[in-house]
């Protein structure tokens, strides 16, 4: 029967990875058409910006051990340390920090590089998950859920300790837009963090962090503005534009833009485990088991299959 994991972010394909790996037969079921989750991309006349997670950081060793593969493949590059800073409207002392990593084919292209031999079941929506466990009817060895709280909380059957694990808790939303110039007429950022801001929370250069110089802006919308549009996002658009103008002094406004809404982009608060593995073979994964970041969610999914790669061993 094998194990069957349902979400293909990087959580649960760092799970299934380290499953077959393991010798584990494993399959994976999403219901997008491509795999990544909140690592997503938005292509426009074949170029990807980044919607979801602006960059990723790296201070566990196992995750650098992945980074430093995905960068000698030319996959990841160290993109900055320096992020600038807004308070409200007012530009304020630019931030050093850890490093900040990017894909240039976007970070998306992680996900698909260690999906690559994988067997991942593209459109495939997973309505329930149940004792046996089950998945939609099909018995299997062990299932593993690794998507943010509400959507699991969806799927999995009320009464186990899984259900139990996810019930309730909150996630805030963000809208992302993407705006695309006629020319490039802002300061090198290459990112700006947003704070006190009524509409936006981030700000990054899509040029930069792809490396083409491209004059892609992407921003990051605050939980507020998202909940506002939650059921009409392309009605942000205005708002959000005229917003980054503010921020950038911009005059022209952009040739055209995009807004894709993260109804779950980052839980509030974070948890200690890094997974939760039921004696009744229905477990649980992603960026809701830690503090929710990249690093957090595959370091979430390798530990969980090794777990339960020990399990059946
Ligand atoms: C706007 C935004 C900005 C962020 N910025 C950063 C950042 O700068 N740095 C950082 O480290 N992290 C950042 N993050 C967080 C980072 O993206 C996540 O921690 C990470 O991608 C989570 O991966 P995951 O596998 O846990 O979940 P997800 O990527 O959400 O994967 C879950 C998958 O499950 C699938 N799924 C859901 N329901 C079903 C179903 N019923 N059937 C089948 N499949 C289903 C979904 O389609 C999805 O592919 C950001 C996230 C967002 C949204």
Known sequence: MGVLVVGAGISGVACARELASRGVDVRVLERAHSVGGRL?????DGRPADIGAAYFTVDDDEFGARVRRWGAAGLARPWTDRLAVFTGTSPGEATE???????????RSLVADLADGLPVELGRE??????????????ADAVVVAMPD????????????????????????????????????????????????PALSLLADDGLRRGDGAPVLVA??????????DADPRAAAPEMTAAVAELL??????????????????PVGSRGDAFHLGDDGIALAGDGWGRSRVQTAYLSGVYLGRALAERFS
């Open 40 to 44: 997503g991309v938005h292509c426009r």
């Open 249 to 266: 002094d911009l005059d022209e406004p952009p040739e055209w833009t995009h807004v894709h809404r993260w109804r779950f982009a980052a």
């Open 220 to 229: 990051h919308s605050t939980p507020g503005l998202a909940r506002r549009h």
């Open 97 to 107: 920090g850890p490093m900040r990593w990017a894909a240039a084919a976007g970070l």
């Open 126 to 139: 997973v309505a329930a998950v149940g004792p046996g466990p089950v998945v939609d009817g099909e018995r």
């Open 150 to 197: 509400p959507q699991a909380e969806r799927l999995i059957e009320p009464g186990s300790p899984a259900a139990a694990a996810v019930a309730g808790r909150g996630w805030n939303p963000v809208l992302s837009l993407v705006a695309g110039y006629p020319a490039r007429s802002w300061p090198d950022l290459p990112a700006a963090f947003v704070n006190d801001h």
